[in-house]
């Protein structure tokens, strides 16, 4: 068994979502940042001012003009001490946040249904963060999930006569075929996670060394008869900024994997090698995920480019919300479908048509690297 210890570099905006957001009384926006009221605190505050009567009474009354009326007195009556936390907000998105939180000089003018609509739209997507401490933390899961993607792509590639077989099953059965591929197995079985390869591989959460958070307007880029756009409504949200760096460990038991899988005519230990995962990792991210994906068909669009690799044990690699499905697929067309979420058609093949962006960056990427 051996362990490594590994540095995550993030080069543009990272995104692990939790399913989590923060809703407008949640927070307030003052001198361009982001303040996560702490409750306790605002309501002393309320009290030492003589306002809790008057809160109490706006949220008794429970209409819209109220939930507005009390978004006024969260904002003026807050103090930045009177927070748990608070974050930068971008330049390209502080205008819009602002406005929709505060834009409501005649209640009255506005229809009830729009003010419902701007107030949904106010809510703040939260990434994954150490509850204590509140700051960023990149799940193993996210880091692992990207390795395991990256292995199969690698597996595949050497063996068409697998790709052949999988193309020809109904989508909801290729995942499958898939996990034989992983297995190294020659024929479909049950899925069995006694005998999944990536259980010998440990990958620890990585803990911020140096990192911050911002609040960004991520956006979607579609393609469609080669011109690029802008499209669908923006998504503001919680970021791990631009070099922030992590780091975490990765443990490897070849010496388990080979007891277990050592009767597989095609299994290799090398397969678990940290040179060899750092080879596929990137093979995938950097060869297919960047050069034949994202270059090729929104490099006119974002302002990112993908550096050479420093040395043989650092790899590019695409983790998080929104990094897209050529991060998260095979990538290989013949077997990889997109999800058609909500549509009346069919799942769509690959290439994808959208790329979600934040400051024209596309999402997710960042560098890894083993530093023991």
């Given amino acids: 068994m051996k362990s490594y210890k590994l540095r995550l570099t993030v080069e543009t905006p990272v995104h692990i979502g939790t399913g989590e957001s923060y809703y407008d009384l949640e927070y307030t926006v003052k001198g361009g940042r982001f303040y996560i009221i702490d409750k306790d605190k605002f309501f002393n505050r309320l009290e030492k001012l003589g306002k809790i009567d008057l809160f109490t009474k706006l949220a008794a009354k429970g209409d819209i003009s109220s939930i507005i009326a009390i978004r006024k007195l969260v904002h003026d009556s807050f103090k930045k001490e009177d927070s748990l936390s608070n974050f930068e907000i971008d330049k390209s998105a502080l205008p819009e946040i602002e406005k929709k939180m505060f834009n409501f000089t005649n209640i009255e003018r506005h229809k009830s249904g729009e003010i419902r609509k701007i107030l949904n739209q106010m809510k703040i997507s939260k990434t994954y963060k150490n509850p204590l401490s509140l700051e960023p933390v ?9 390795i395991r993607t990256a292995i199969i792509r690698w597996l595949l590639s050497k063996d068409e006569k697998t790709i052949e077989s999988i193309a020809k099953k109904p989508v909801e059965k290729r995942n499958i075929g898939l996990i034989s591929v992983l297995r190294k197995f020659q024929k479909d079985i049950t899925p069995d996670t006694v005998k999944d390869l990536l259980r010998f591989i440990k990958v620890s959460d990585f803990s911020p060394v140096n990192s911050t ?18 499209t669908g409504l923006p998504a503001y949200l919680e970021y791990v900024s631009e070099k922030s760096i992590f780091e975490g460990t990765i443990t490897i038991d070849c010496e388990m994997a080979e007891s277990i899988f050592g009767k597989e005519k095609n299994f290799k230990q090398e397969l678990l090698s940290i040179q060899n995962i750092m080879k596929v990792l990137r093979i995938r991210y950097g060869t297919h995920t960047y050069y034949y994906g994202e270059k090729k068909y929104f490099g006119n669009f974002i302002n990112w480019k993908l550096r050479p690799k420093k040395h043989d044990m650092e790899a590019p690699i695409k983790i998080g919300f929104h990094s897209g499905s050529l991060a998260v697929t095979t990538g290989i067309p013949e077997i990889t479908r997109i999800p058609n979420k909500g549509g009346k058609s069919k799942d769509k093949p690959l290439p994808p048509l959208t790329l979600w962006t934040i400051n024209k960056k596309p999402m997710g990427w960042c560098y890894l690297e083993v530093v023991e």
């Fill in 138 to 146: 990149i799940p193993g899961s996210s880091i692992k999930g990207a």
């Fill in 213 to 230: 958070i911002k609040i960004g307007k991520a956006k979607m880029v579609h393609r469609k008869n080669r011109k690029k756009r802008e």
